[in-house]
């Protein structure tokens, strides 16, 4: 089974820069490098909206709209791990993130959309709130 988790969530004050970091957890996940990637935020009452995603070998990096010039995705595939940061924060971008990992990402490969119908794995989720 493909398990994740996230960290570096928390207490961001505006303008500032976000740093998450998407990890397997325990010793799971071991073929890391035969995934796509990706980080998703939500917020209550909203759909959970795709941020960025990156191709198995980390060549190929796609962003969402609201993100785009702000963030950028990385991966690690010796070390197994997932990065994304966010610049210059705004209360705007308070919200769950996740990373998720998907075998095949048909929509993001065909399309450029960044969609949760793509990915089969979810971590649980970090928290982040920009504030003052």
């Known amino acids: 089974q493909v398990r994740l988790v996230e960290s570096g969530g928390g207490l961001v004050q505006p303008g500032n820069t976000l740093k998450l970091t998407c990890a397997r957890s325990?010793?799971?996940?071991?073929?890391?490098?035969?995934?796509?990637m990706a980080w998703f935020r939500q917020t209550p009452g909203q759909e959970r909206e795709g941020l960025a995603a990156?191709?198995?070998?980390?060549?190929?990096?796609y962003y969402g709209s609201s993100v785009k010039g702000r963030a950028t995705i990385s991966r690690d595939n010796i070390r197994k791990v997932l990065y994304l940061t966010i610049d210059n924060l705004q209360a705007g971008d308070t919200a769950m993130y996740y990373c998720?990992?998907?075998?095949?990402?048909?929509?993001?490969?065909?399309?450029?959309?960044?969609?949760?119908?793509?990915?089969?794995?979810w971590g649980p989720g970090t928290q982040v709130t920009v504030s003052s």
């Open positions: 998720a990992a998907s075998s095949d990402a048909g929509t993001l490969r065909n399309r450029g959309v960044i969609s949760v119908h793509d990915f089969q794995y």
């Open positions: 990156v191709s198995v070998g980390g060549g190929n990096k």
């Open positions: 325990g010793s799971s996940f071991d073929n890391f490098d035969n995934y796509y």
